[in-house]
């Protein structure tokens, strides 16, 4: 009825009296009022046509004026085309229409491309209505862009060049103008209305009716019905009713003889279980209203009868919005199935909750969906583990005691993946740095090197030089360090009983440190690049490591202002360079002078040190939050930095688990019990990659077995459900679920079978 008074609208300065003639049509699209087809409504129905197809809508031409042609290309339906002219009439310039044409689409026109039909909709107007159109100015309204420019159109289409040479004639009287589509509606104001995805819609596609739940079809089918789908004698229909007071009340009733399928008469039985659905079919069922009924409705339900959301088709209970209404439900069990089907299934692709919102708000409807429907997503276990988290990462920057002193406190870092080279075909390095001077040491080294070897090159390296150190911060494993350490302090030859402190992370500077050296080398030694000195000679990475070594040491540090070594020693290491200035005074401090510059360095060092602490710690808290984790709680773990699982990378899930936590190490780090399929990884993982799993609040727990199986018929196909038992639970809490929906399902069928076979042996 909308559609058809909009339509009937757009020509309302060409019928006297319009409004006279539609209002009581206009009543009919009020959501309070009684649909009702009465005498009068059909007379007014009939008269609006009669008025749209005679005069004075349609008018004779005038050849001195322009016209204006509107065209509208329905694919796979039809052309239509209404040909108008702007004329004086009773003194006011007014657009009337001259004649309307259409035709429907041939069979292979309707494979045609958007730009191709409604490039045919103009050559067929301008064929048909030539006695108008030839000699005279016109302007073509279309809503294709691209027909703007249909007569310096390039195109390798056969048609569209055959077409464009057919209506060169018009150059220079026609003008093609471009109007929005949704205000383009009087020359096929019909097609554009939305119809439904069925056999007798020429669009209809069969691969989107296949994969739609028939539920779902049915509930989408039925909240569209239609003023259309109705016809006089075919039974009531009422929208709205009326007291013996003459009040409106709130409420819309739709009576048809159609069949309910199987979900739709579950839905049925559930009203009567539900107090608050009972009341409202109540007062739907009784002619007048009893306000005592109205009084019992509680909540969300009584606001929303007292909104109009609430209407009846068939008995069943429908709750409308601005734009979409959505079947009512009360039973877990088909919620549990709404749920499902518009989120787990393939169709549904486990979308975020913006999106699924939208798909169950035109599907269903049921108190506080909106929360439950939040809860689900967010309890979601495929979701959890496949989805990329976004937002705050765990974990704050954790505090490393800033050294005093050079060598207190050093970074260990390996660089692997660099090409086998030098007289024992090194295929790596370490990098030692020092925390307070970035004094760094690179030592060519295996990567399948061990604890041992590790700390026999720091005992040939660093122990003779710089000393033991009191901190080690390193990105191994706890096992790896711990082995590093008691070999070095068995080479020292002490039983001492103190302990090096580990930290299983690092602050940046290592890595930092690894992407300068990564940079170094690659711009002398990259692939296919050969660096020579003047005799020749052909550096490998082995062999050069030490000048680019040197070449850091001597060079300002962002953090400090100072070299490295000029902060360690005192002085800077001479480089070629430096014998240039051989000829200049020479100024020799003396001990006390050089004393006080190397201790305002260090002094400098330390406080740019602390600086650059703070600063990092205040960009690292803006995108961290402090964990909240307690030992016993749920939690996924990342798989980024797991290499030995199946599959290819891209498609596995991102976090694995759900792990029970059995310790906390200190405020960042947690270890898990991890099952026996992770059961060689090491339990210990740092705090940003171990999100909480989250859990629906009514969840049975664990599986305990299986009881048996039975077979429905679900959207037109057989499936299996098995009667599950979960641990701690009675038989009476017992429920059914698909094999998908199991936890461990394939264990546990694996063993239901092993006891059946068993059974059927004793027999």
Request: charged fraction near 25%; include cysteine.
């Amino acid at each position: 009825m909308q559609s058809f008074l909009g339509f009937a609208s757009y020509y309302r300065n060409h019928i006297k009296n319009p409004s006279h003639i539609t209002s009581s049509l206009y009543k009919l699209c009020s959501k309070d009022v009684v649909f009702e087809i009465t005498k009068e409504r059909r007379d007014a129905y009939e008269r609006i046509k009669y008025k749209l197809t005679n005069a004075p809508v349609l008018i004779f031409p005038d050849f001195e004026l322009p016209f204006k042609l509107y065209i509208d290309a329905a694919c796979s339906q039809g052309l239509g085309e209404a040909l108008h002219q702007r004329q004086i009439v009773d003194g006011e310039p007014r657009e009337g229409v001259i004649c309307y044409i259409s035709r429907p689409l041939k069979d292979s026109e309707s494979r045609y491309g958007a730009t191709q039909t409604e490039c045919l909709c103009l050559v067929w107007a301008l064929e048909k209505l030539h006695y108008y159109l030839e000699g005279a100015f016109f302007e073509v309204y279309t809503y294709c862009t691209a027909l703007k420019s249909s007569l310096n159109m390039k195109t390798t289409n056969r048609h569209m060049l055959r077409w464009q040479i057919a209506i060169q004639e018009y150059r220079g009287n026609m003008t093609n103008i471009y109007k929005v589509g949704k205000s383009h509606t009087n020359a096929d104001g019909l097609s554009r209305g939305p119809l439904e995805n069925v056999k007798s819609n020429p669009a209809y596609d069969p691969e989107v009716s296949a994969k739609i739940p028939i539920h779902l079809m049915e509930i989408d089918r039925r909240r569209n019905f239609r003023f259309s789908e109705w016809a006089p004698g075919s039974g009531t229909l009422e929208i709205g009713n009326t007291d013996s007071e003459g009040t409106e009340t709130p409420m819309l009733e739709i009576s048809s003889s159609e069949l309910h399928n199987e979900f739709f008469s579950a839905v049925l039985k559930s009203y009567a279980k539900q107090k608050q659905c009972g009341i409202l079919l109540q007062i739907f069922q009784q002619r007048y209203r009893n306000p005592e009924l109205k009084s019992q409705l509680e909540g969300l339900w009584l606001r929303a009868y007292n909104d109009s959301k609430f209407f009846l088709i068939d008995g069943l209970l429908y709750h409308r919005e601005k734009h979409t209404s959505a079947l009512t439900l009360v039973d877990r069990d088909q919620i549990s199935l709404i749920l499902q089907e518009c989120h787990d299934c393939p169709y549904m692709g486990h979308m975020r909750e913006d999106r699924t919102k939208e798909r169950v708000a035109s599907t269903a409807w049921w108190p506080k969906w909106e929360q439950e429907l939040s809860q689900y997503i967010k309890a979601c276990e495929r979701c959890q583990k496949a989805n990329r988290k976004h937002g705050k990462k765990y974990g704050l920057l954790q505090h490393i005691e800033e050294p005093k002193h050079p060598w207190e406190t050093i970074n260990i870092g390996w660089v692997t993946g660099v090409v086998p080279e030098g007289k024992e075909n090194y295929n790596a390095f370490l990098i030692i740095l020092d925390k307070f001077s970035k004094r760094m040491r690179c030592l060519p080294c295996h990567k399948e090197d061990t604890a041992m070897n590790t700390a026999l090159f720091f005992w040939n390296n660093i122990i003779s030089t710089c000393g033991v150190p009191k901190i080690i911060i390193s990105d191994r494993d706890p096992k790896f360090t711990s082995e590093f350490l008691t070999n070095l302090y068995h080479m020292l030859g002490t039983k001492l009983a103190f302990s090096t402190d580990y930290h299983p992370q690092t602050d940046g500077l290592e890595e930092r440190m690894i992407q300068t050296n990564e940079d170094i080398l690659r711009t002398f030694c990259a692939y296919g690049l050969e660096y020579k000195d003047h005799k020749g000679y052909n550096h490998d990475w082995v062999t050069i490591l030490p000048a680019f070594q040197l070449a850091y040491n001597t060079s300002q540090h962002s953090t400090t202002s100072k070299p490295p070594a000029l902060i360690e020693k005192g002085w800077n290491p001479l480089l070629p360079v430096d014998h240039l200035q051989k000829n200049l005074l020479t100024i020799n401090y003396a001990a006390k002078d050089f004393h006080d510059m190397w201790k305002r360095a260090c002094d400098t060092a330390g406080k740019c040190i602390a600086e650059a602490k703070d600063y990092n710690k205040q960009r690292w808290h803006k995108t961290h939050m402090e964990p909240d984790f307690k030992e016993g709680d749920q939690v996924l773990v990342s798989t980024l930095k797991f290499n030995n699982l199946k599959g290819p990378k891209k498609m596995r899930d991102s976090f694995a688990g759900p792990f029970t936590i059995i310790k906390l190490i200190g405020r960042n780090a947690v270890e898990v019990k991890l099952t026996e399929e992770f059961s060689r990884k090491h339990p210990v993982f740092p705090i940003l990659t171990p999100p909480e799993i989250v859990e629906v609040e009514d969840s049975p727990g664990p599986v305990r077995k299986i009881i048996r199986a039975r077979r429905i018929r679900l959207n037109g196909k057989d499936q299996r459900h098995y009667l599950v038992r979960f641990k701690n639970q009675t038989a009476d809490q017992d429920k059914w679920f698909p094999e998908d929906a199991i936890p461990d399902g394939n264990l546990h069928l694996r063993r239901l079978r092993s006891s059946r076979r068993t059974e059927r042996s004793h027999q």
